[in-house]
């Protein structure tokens, strides 16, 4: 019985929001009017009529946050969505646009009235004449054709971009970015696994750490989203203003920080296409990497799968004793 409450209470920390999680929530909530938490299920027996129904009952569908990886052949994605008062300060009146995005494709309903087919991104009207409080019933048939199935994004667009859109959405990563920084995690994660080695070769002592983890947490706190909710942008300027101030020991140890980025090409070598034509593809995107090294000094490429180099050694020698070059001189 002690195990199983210590589980628990070890499930709960994991999953409790931290006031950074909140504050990130909402601003983009409020930047993009972003829906996260979905309902989804596979199962096919009722119609888009049906399930788009104010008075169905998804209760006993699973959950999934947007971009979380789902490994199955195609599903139901709903959810009921509430058109804010306002998105990043602005009354929302006038046409709305619903943005999706599906790995792969999708179909999309809106109370019940199709939409159409969508390719990878969608964007389609929400409604002509939005009002706030208005709600919808969002239905997307996802697809997926390899690899795990992802609903990616689903926000309502104003079609006009601002500068204090780009604002909140600087705001968000910083702290999103910063909570991850000042944290022991050490996990390591791809598509499928995630893993936590254990290894943390940081040099800044434990007690500062722990210092500016509850300095972000108590900043975040700070932020007046309420004002940013209710249209008051001043007030939640001023709020942001005094913040940047407090979280200057922060950004100084983010400094301290090393950040390597290097270019890959993503080349899906068995996919819809015969193995010719993949060895086109790789000839074109290195002659390509090729022309980048010559023109921008410090680029740096990666590709990871052994056969392609082999496809290059066999019939472009020639590009493959570039590309060998290249690897000699570290890039």
């Not at 109370?111 to 997307?140: M, Y």
């Not at 090729?290 to 050694?313: C, D, H, I, V």
Request: include cysteine.
């Amino acid at each position: 019985m002690k195990k199983i409450i210590l589980l628990l209470l070890i499930q709960f920390t994991l999953n409790a929001q931290t006031n950074v999680d909140k504050l990130v929530e909402r601003l983009d909530l409020l930047s993009d009017a972003s829906f996260d938490n979905w309902k989804y299920s596979t199962n096919f027996s009722l119609t888009p009529v049906e399930l788009s129904s104010t008075t169905f009952d998804d209760s006993e569908w699973k959950n999934s946050k947007l971009n979380e990886s789902l490994y199955l052949d195609s599903c139901w994605f709903r959810k009921s969505v509430e058109i804010p008062k306002y998105i990043a300060g602005i009354l929302v009146t006038g046409p709305l646009k619903f943005i999706n995005a599906v790995d792969d494709y999708s179909y999309i309903w809106i109370d019940g009235e199709s939409r159409g087919k969508f390719g990878w991104d969608a964007e389609t009207i929400l409604t002509g004449n939005a009002e706030p409080g208005q709600k919808f019933v969002v239905l997307i048939k996802a697809i997926n054709t390899g690899g795990p199935l992802r609903l990616i994004e689903a926000r309502i667009s104003l079609g006009v971009e601002s500068a204090l859109q780009n604002l909140i959405r600087n705001l968000s990563t910083s702290f999103r970015v910063g909570q991850k920084l000042v944290s022991f995690d050490t996990y390591q994660t791809n598509a499928s696994v995630k893993v936590d080695p254990g290894i943390d070769n940081s040099k800044v002592k434990k007690e500062r750490r722990e210092e500016l983890q509850k300095l972000i947490q108590k900043l975040a706190a700070k932020i007046n989203v309420d004002a940013l909710a209710n249209g008051d942008t001043t007030k939640f300027l001023s709020s942001v203003d005094e913040v940047k101030k407090e979280l200057k020991p922060i950004a100084e140890f983010a400094k301290s920080f090393t950040l390597q980025f290097t270019a890959n090409a993503h080349i899906d070598a068995a996919w819809l296409w015969r193995k010719k034509e993949t060895e086109e593809v790789c000839k074109r995107t290195f002659s390509a990497v090729m022309n980048m090294f010559k023109t921008r000094p410090g680029f740096t490429y990666t590709q990871s799968q052994a056969a392609l180099y082999e496809w290059m050694q066999n019939d472009y020698p020639d590009l493959f004793s570039q590309i060998k070059s290249y690897v000699d001189n570290g890039r």
